[in-house]
């Protein structure tokens, strides 16, 4: 019989078609793949770009041009515009707001060709050192109210360009889903005088079935009503309200299992486009992340039954939890480049 | 500059990318194509489907033989099931419930090579009273707390058969998305002491720039803050909280105007995949729908960004609202079977 559960944060139902169970290999298999032509991304082509804003580079480089191994340039296409003044107003019976913020493009790596999954550690640690400067800069602009990290690999997920990279958006209002779950972690404070996470992360090392993989400070689970399947998320095992504050900037243990599920993912589900969101403490407030405990989503795309779902809020998921995290723990991954996954 | 847009009942916030202003011809297309093969919902192979649960038939003809317009069936492959009691249990700090509940599939039309857009009006008003006797029949079951109807047209919104049909899922839970309208509906009410929808109605008729059609007892707009690219939203202008009572079964006018939506669609964006989603009150629930307004949701899938939008539920719509209708409403539509479009 199929089953109803409820996510614990934010209250949402989903069906669990546990009758169905499919497996990996049965979603059509969009793989990823590279093509060539040119890119605004790779060395050399820096003055392609909006001016940098940000880069770790090697000493004596310089600014928009080569010798940097991670870049953050504004987006050329931004969503929102960092000049003007945050206006509110109302049209009738409706409310707007001018569109302020800003858009930027983290440049992963300076090689083309290989996915996060496939990057040193050591790069990626620099890819979140580099998220933690800009999103620490960008905070001081009183107008922005969230800072959302995100990451579109593929074109089935959003991602116009081949080349890895991560975005930011700030924004001068909190994201809905945020805003949600800032809600249920304090509902779950007034009661229970416990941090939600915490609670689930202990629930879920104590159970184990949805465990995906594990290491002294990282935890990534399943979780107990996924609204897609294969969906995971990688939660701090300590308590953290901000994404910033992570170990001190320590991000090398958060690369190596970061890294270490997108392996997972890429041999379970044969590299799959897929979607990576940050959800952290908004800025600028002093009062919401009290009981906050940041995280990220992973999200492959292996369905599309989607205009249902955002009609209705109401998610059909064809894979157990416990028999997708089974998949994903028993996935051979590959070594590293450095040799290690651990 | 872009624009914030707030959405008047529910409050999601989203991104109206203003400079962008994506016209229908730059959507990369895909237009839903006939293939061919063994079709279950055929006149003639109604063995192939589970058995008939309702059908408007000709005089004298049997269940689960031809000889009906509009047919009734359980979904082979249901998201729910209709045997079981409905069990509450936990499972730690974890929620879950029994997966009780009815998918069934309404076959539109005998007709296997035309969409909605292309039946008669009175095939389109069977469907309709199709819909409203499931519904109600439903309803009687104490277990339920909402009937879902909606529609999935073409494989990328998840059809997984041609032949044109809409789909209810009745479930033991109001739908998220429901629940955030019926609170959104009943804060307005109690400080303006009056329907928000039938505010946004008076509005939009008004203002005009957002009217995709019109006839003496629906509106058809596009949302002010839509999250979806030519997104459209059908509403009765009269005030009603059930779609089951609308206009005490006559949904000759309902049809006219639902034909005349997707024929707008489709050829202002080229026979596009599409949702359909029905947003009603609540059955068994004599608090819930005091100001409830029933309406449709019409999606067209033109774009692909999913991902960032389900981490975040902050959507970016290429497409003011302003000229989405405008596309619309110009959009040359063929007369219907019967001659008329009025």
Redesign the interface.
């Known amino acids: ?6 996510d ?1 944060v934010i209250g ?2 989903v ?4 009758e ?1 169970g499919k497996r990996p290999t049965d979603f059509e298999r969009i793989e990823t793949k590279r093509g060539g032509g040119f890119c605004p991304f790779c060395p050399g082509n820096e003055a392609k770009t909006p001016p940098e804003v940000y880069a770790i580079r090697d000493p004596g480089t310089q600014r928009d041009g080569p010798g940097w191994r991670v870049r953050v340039v504004s987006n050329k ?1 931004p ?3 960092i000049e ?1 003044e945050l206006h509110r107003k109302p ?10 913020g800003a858009h930027e493009v983290i440049i992963e790596t300076t090689d083309h060709d290989h996915d996060t999954a496939h990057l040193p550690v050591e790069q990626i640690n620099d890819l979140f050192v580099a998220c933690r400067e800009r999103m620490i800069d960008l905070a001081k602009d009183k107008r922005f109210r969230y800072i ?1 990290v ?1 990451k ?1 690999h593929g ?4 991602a116009s360009l081949e080349h890895s990279h991560t975005q930011l958006i700030a ?3 909190v ?4 805003v ?1 779950e800032l809600k249920g972690c304090n509902q779950h404070f007034d009661w229970k005088e416990r941090c ?1 996470f915490c ?2 992360v202990d ?1 879920e090392l ?2 184990g079935s949805r465990i995906v993989c594990v290491n002294d400070d990282y935890v990534v689970i399943v979780p ?2 996924p ?2 399947p294969f969906e995971t998320m990688l939660i701090p095992r300590r308590h953290e309200h901000y994404f910033e504050d992570a170990y001190r900037g320590d991000f090398l243990s958060l690369a190596r299992i970061y890294r270490e599920t997108l392996g997972r993912m890429n041999v379970a589900l044969g590299n799959p486009p ?2 990576v ?1 940050l ?1 952290t403490s908004p800025c600028n407030d002093w009062e919401a992340p009290r009981h906050y405990h940041w995280h990220l ?1 992973l ?1 492959p ?1 292996l369905t ?5 779902e ?5 998610y ?1 998921n064809p894979t157990p939890p416990e028999e997708a995290a089974q998949f994903l723990r028993e996935a051979a991954v590959p070594a590293g480049p450095e040799g290690s996954q651990a």
């Not at 994201?175 to 945020?178: A, E, K, L, W």
């Open positions: 019989m199929p089953e109803l559960r409820k614990p949402r139902w069906i669990i078609a546990t169905r296409f969503a929102l515009q003007g049209e009738g019976i409706y409310d707007k707001m001018s569109g302020v959302q995100f579109n074109a089935p997920a959003g924004t001068p209002i994201p809905r889903r945020v949600e939600i609670d689930i629930q104590t159970v107990f009503a609204r897609f897929f979607n969101v959800h989503e999200i795309k599309k039954v989607a205009g249902f955002w009609g209705t809020g109401f059909i």
